[in-house]
């Protein structure tokens, strides 16, 4: 059912690619407004000024403190016919002058209603009151009366017909949920302070009913603590619901008469916090950020328990659906404001960062204890390049080993030098096969691999310097074959090495190869983990000749080394063949984690990545690599990314061998997070790319 009659002509609107909201985006603000107290005339230019600016900045809803019009501490003046004719007045007066503005204003007000006084949220755009929507809970313990002036929100669930206010009639209840009519994917509803400290906030049905944007008009006087408590109801409510929560609470100008007021402002987004204004500010001000509604729906789209609960929780007819009959929204360019990690995988915060290292080693040391356990196998057999992922494996597999008492010497790591092997990474495998007390063996593959090529007819065994895949996998495949045998020998089993980065490039060898092991616990870390976790490791864990080899194994450039180096001296280079990974871990986390599409990702890619001198980057990031891609480089290595991950690669993903799960963004086990067939195409996604992100 709608409060007014749906528009009779086709809705869609198209956007800039740059523009945020082409790719899901609405600009929201939360308005902290200096008090007037019981002036409505001056609050309302308050109002109006901070909607301007707001307008001004491509925002396309604001929200504006509980009784934003009347001021909160104002205790009998509430009952006084002069201030609450006054705000209607003014209300009014907000209607009018802000009409051509292209934004949606919710603004708080004390409104009389057959007989009774609300307290209420006000939601007005086009020179309309769309809805005014009562407080539920009224609290009244403490330092809080608001049950001697308002009464709460009836409890029946249907709406009455409306409430005349300002010259208008308009939608009236708890039970609207209101979106904008030009981007129908833009939902929102309204609760008013107390109503969200309650064990069931009206926001949480409103949620279900298909609100995915949350606001919070509050005047939440302060006392020490209390902000963190505010965040944590703001930052769980938005995860429990699936949803953004948009709070802000009066600030300076309101009553000290008893209590004091910080004009806390806060935006979250599935849990996670986007932006936060100045507390104790003296000024007028706007906290804005960029809400993700389309990463909102995936979610819940995904989230099956979401529509579960709703199915449950609301009958048809408890809520009433007000669209907001406005034209040209969202067409604001320019940069996106929300925070945007570069790389989604490693936190830019340093604490953060931290944890997350500390929980992906324990999971990875965790996995291999309980299999060795299960097991009974005394060893393991791992082989070491002196490269990235064989080295964490190494690092995971002492630990492990420490733990279970077990001796180190029971680890035997095999460097097993090949055609390309460089004289670097073999004697960094080495260094760190010694200085971590492991046994330590090489075992040259070259023969068996010239006997191999030669007994398939293979150019290389005549001399000729063919280097293509066959002589690639012949190494690796030995290697791998070597592996296997030596655990049959000595009772143990083959620790894999193969990240999640490289398992959705299908960047290993198939089967024989280094595709397999008997359990592999690098699987769920992606590359760019990796990294940060081997330094962890090494900071934490380790002095001297470990640490020292340590950082020389992360100067080094990543390559598999099957290829010799050219005439040039230029060593074979994993990232010149398949895109840096920084692109690839972010192209793999939206992908995913959030099921997004080729042209959002390649577009938060260019927000992230465009410019290398804004935003933050993770600590101890070197200054060297701190570099920058344009959108037609984005653009290329996203498409080979869609071909590797969607066409080509998903037959090895298939047949994984175990390792445990790390990161929030997934595992690509195909008895977890990710089943995909193995005989797909990647043309859905291409067709996609190409069609909306320009070259
Ligand atoms: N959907 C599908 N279902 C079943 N089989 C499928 C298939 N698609 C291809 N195949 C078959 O699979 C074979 C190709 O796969 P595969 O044998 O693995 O070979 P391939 O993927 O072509 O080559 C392995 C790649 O991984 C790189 N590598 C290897 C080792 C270590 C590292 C590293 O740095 O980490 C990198 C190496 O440089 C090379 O580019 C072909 O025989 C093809 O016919
Ligand atoms: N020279 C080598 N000696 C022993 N094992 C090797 C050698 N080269 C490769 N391997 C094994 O094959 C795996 C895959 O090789 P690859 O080069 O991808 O890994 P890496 O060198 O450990 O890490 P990265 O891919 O990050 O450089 C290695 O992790 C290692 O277990
Ligand atoms: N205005 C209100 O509803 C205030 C009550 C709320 N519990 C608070 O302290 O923030």
Redesign the pocket.
Known sequence: MSIRPPKDRALAVTHAFQSPATHGFVRVAAATPVVHIADPKSNADEHIALIRQAADQGVDLIVFPELSLSAYAIDDLHMQAALLEAVETEVGRIAETIKDLKITAVVGAPVRHEGRLYNCAIVIADGWLWGVVPKTYLPNYREYYEKRWFSPASPELAPSGGVPFAGQQAAFGAHLIFSIEDRPEVTFGVEICEDYWAPLPPSTRQALAGAKILLNLSASNVVIGKSDDRAMLSSSQSARALAAYVFTASGWGESTTDLAWDGQATIHELGAKLAEGERFAMDSHLTIADIDVDRIAQERLRTGTFADCARREIKPGDYVDVPIREQGRGAAEGPLRRPLDRFPFVPDDAARLDQDCFEAFNIQVQGLMRRLKSTGSKKIV??????????Q?LLVACRAFDRLEMPRTDILA?????FA?SEG??SN?WTLMNSLGVTGAELDIRPAAEQMLKDIGHPFADGQPVHDITFENV??GL??DY?FRLANQNNGFVLG???LS?LALG??TYGVG?HMSHYNVNGGVA?TL?RHLIRWVAEKEHDGGARDVLHAILA?E?????VPAGADGKIQS?EATVGPYALNDFFLFYITRFGLKPSKVAYLAHQAWGDASKGDWPAHHPEADRVEYDLATIKAWLRKFLIRFFQTSQFKRSALPNGPKVVTGGSLSPRGDWRAPSDGNARVWLDELDANVPD
């Open positions: 791992i082989g070491v390049s002196g490269g990235l992922d064989s080295t494996a095999y460097t097993m030098p090949g092997t990474t073999k495998a190494q690796a290697r791998t592996l090495t193969g990240d490289e960047w290993a280094d590359k990796i080094t990543i390559s598999p080394e099957l994993t």
